[in-house]
């Protein structure tokens, strides 16, 4: 479903051939997959908690198509390039919710919220004009008002093409390695003071772009990573309710290590 979506019949075509061919992309990929936690991502069998993804937006093309056909809700700005995103992922089986947490966005946050009690949510926090891989308040705002855990997502692409555009959008070429990287749920407490928020959104952007370099020399090195996870499509619905229950912070000690091995090593 898409809110105030008014779209020409060229963007609709360009979803529909995007939700079709991307997908199939992904095989000519070597992509894996690490995860702090299995049970955030909509398309596997442990997952059991709405959370707020959190990417950069040079990587839309790698993150999105790993969730077509899953209980997910993309937040698409209403910026005119936008309309190209948000048929690609209403064709792709995904809620989308066109507006921003910020620029006359009450009705994009009460959608937001409709939409947080049957699906994650995804969006790129430094889109859609930058600058670059500085985090916009959004997704830690959000959490803080669902109280929705932020899950940081890194993404890490080997000598990709990039285009000369203000993020530098990655796409990879036919047979390179994608690795993404995703971090572990933080939850933000509701009625933070905006200080809080400030303090948080600057962990969250550090922990991002943490996550994104060791994806990048992951993908870089060719080496194995302990834990991961070869990329698996499963197709659900896109609206999933779960019982109400309280957050719990993972202790440190629980929180799995992420460490590169090299390829002769076991990934154990």
């Known amino acids: 479903m898409s809110d105030n979506s008014v779209a020409t019949r060229k963007q609709v075509a360009f979803g529909r051939i995007n939700s079709l061919i991307l997908p199939r992309a992904f095989d000519l990929l070597n992509l894996r997959i690490c995860y702090y936690d299995r049970s955030v991502d909509p398309a596997r069998p442990e997952y059991n908690e709405h959370v707020i993804f959190s990417f950069w937006h040079e990587y839309i093309s790698v993150v999105l198509p790993r969730w077509g056909f899953t209980p997910l809700t993309i937040l698409c700005s209403k910026h005119r390039d936008g309309e190209w995103v ?6 792709a089986g995904m809620n989308v919710v066109r507006g921003s947490t910020s620029r006359g966005g009450s009705a994009a946050i009460r959608q937001l919220k409709k939409y947080g009690k049957i699906s994650s949510i995804a969006m790129s926090p430094d889109g859609p004009r ?11 705002f959000l959490a803080s008002l669902l109280g ?3 899950v940081p997502v890194g993404v890490g692409i080997s000598n990709p093409y990039r285009l000369n555009t203000w993020d530098r959008f990655a796409i990879p070429r036919p047979f390179s390695r994608v690795r993404i990287v995703f971090g572990p749920k933080i939850y933000i407490p509701r009625k933070s003071s905006r200080e809080e ?28 990573m302990i834990g991961e996870q070869a990329f698996q499509r499963v197709r659900r619905t896109n609206s999933l309710v779960f019982e109400k229950k309280e957050p719990s912070q993972p202790r440190d000690g629980d929180r799995p290590m992420l460490r590169i091995v090299r390829s002769d090593e076991d990934a154990a």
């Open 86 to 91: 948000n048929q690609t992922a209403l064709s």
């Open 130 to 140: 930058g600058p670059r891989r500085e985090m916009a308040l959004g997704p830690i």
């Open 148 to 150: 929705m855990p932020v």
């Open 197 to 224: 928020l400030e303090a948080a959104k600057g962990s969250v952007q550090r922990l991002m772009n943490s996550l994104c370099d060791t994806a990048e020399s992951w993908a870089e090195s060719g080496e194995k």
